[in-house]
Every structure is written in structure tokens, then in C-alpha cells.
């Protein structure tokens, strides 16, 4: 049986509440985002008491980028856990938008139209100038989930959440792009497939 993944998205920043493409950009943590992820601790703690695991049972994992690894801290700190006993996982970083990054929708419509209308024709394989691929993204996130050993708590990104469906066969790769990955939300991946825990109808 394969392990459990407890999905956490980081919290909101600025960017993500202007809507601006982050990719991997370092933006950090707004007050919201700090409640959310605080929030998704308390989350966290619930699941894993109907589920009988034990916190410190599990292994965490974290993307690289600030956003996520504060997140992790929070919800540690609020599992009575070391906030700082976790692992970073480079190939947990988000898929790059490169030289879209800090972007909105409408400067893209705006300066990239025609780039535009070419992505929604295949969103999936499409690449932003310098950036990377829904499928260049899969590839990664597919040699992590295949790493994993033990039931894990990971605190990533949007995008590497869409990957991780079309890997675990949870979507197709023409619909993953819209899928909806919310920050104050627990996303477990089991054998039952996915579940979604916290603010939000489970689905």
C-alpha cells in the first residue's frame, strides 16, 4: 500500500491576493496566510486524530520556497511538534512561469495575448517564456511521490498539487490546470483516492 500524503498549499501572499503568477518567486507570508496556515493545523490535528496517527509519527516535507516552509513551521508549531523538524524537498518547488512571474491576468492579456491564446489550446504542455511545463513539472513530482517511504505531511505549491492528481491518476492531464487547490484546506491522498478536509465541502 502505498503511503498517505497529507497536501497542504502554503498560505496566501500578496501576489497570490493581487493574483499575480508566483512560479518561484520567494514572496512570502501575508497575516492572512499566517492564519491559514495556523488554521490548517488545527485541520491537520483533527484528521490525524480520526485516523489514529500520531503527529509525530509522521514524516514532513516542505518545498524550498519560504512561503511553504513557514507554512510547515506553523502547523508544526501547532501539532506541539518542533516547527523546524522538517525536510525540504527541492523537487517539491513550484512549476516556474519564468519571465511571466509577478505577472497578472491582464498584463498577460494585455503584453502576451497571442502566447495566451496558444496555452488554452493545451495548457497542459504549454511553456512560458523561461518557464516550465505542466508536463516538465509532472516529471518531478512524479520521482518525489515514488520516493516516499512512510506517510508524509508535505506543504507545497498549487501547481505541484495538479501534477501530484494527474501522477495519482485523480485527473486528467487536459482538466489539471483548472483544478481548485485551496490554501486553508487538508488534502489527503489515500487509497480511496482524495479527500478534502477544513473550510470547504469535502470532496
Do not use: K
Amino acid at each position: 500500500m502505498p503511503p498517505v500524503v497529507y497536501y497542504i498549499r502554503h498560505g496566501e501572499t500578496d501576489w497570490n491576493s493581487g493574483r499575480r503568477l508566483q512560479g518561484q518567486s520567494d514572496t512570502p507570508l501575508n497575516a492572512a496566510g499566517r492564519a491559514q496556515a495556523q488554521r490548517c493545523g488545527d485541520i491537520l490535528r483533527g484528521v490525524l486524530e480520526r485516523r489514529r496517527h500520531a503527529p509525530a509519527d509522521l514524516d514532513y516535507v516542505s518545498s524550498p520556497l519560504s512561503r511553504a516552509r513557514v507554512s510547515m513551521e506553523l502547523i508544526r508549531a501547532g501539532l506541539g511538534l518542533d516547527p523546524a523538524g522538517y525536510r525540504v524537498e527541492p523537487r517539491l518547488i513550484e512549476m516556474s512561469f519564468g519571465g511571466w512571474d509577478g505577472m497578472t491576468f491582464a498584463d498577460l492579456m494585455a503584453q502576451e495575448a497571442a502566447l495566451l491564446a496558444v496555452r488554452e489550446q493545451d495548457p497542459w504542455h504549454f511553456t512560458p517564456p523561461q518557464g516550465e511545463s505542466y508536463d516538465q513539472l509532472l516529471r518531478r513530482i512524479r520521482d518525489w511521490h515514488m520516493s516516499l517511504t512512510r506517510d508524509t505531511v508535505v506543504c507545497a505549491h498549487l501547481c505541484t498539487a495538479r501534477a501530484l492528481l494527474v501522477h495519482l491518476g485523480l485527473a486528467p492531464p487536459a482538466a489539471a490546470p483548472r483544478s481548485r487547490i485551496e490554501h486553508a484546506a487538508v488534502y489527503v491522498f489515500d487509497d480511496d483516492g482524495m479527500s478534502r478536509h477544513g473550510e470547504f465541502p469535502a470532496i
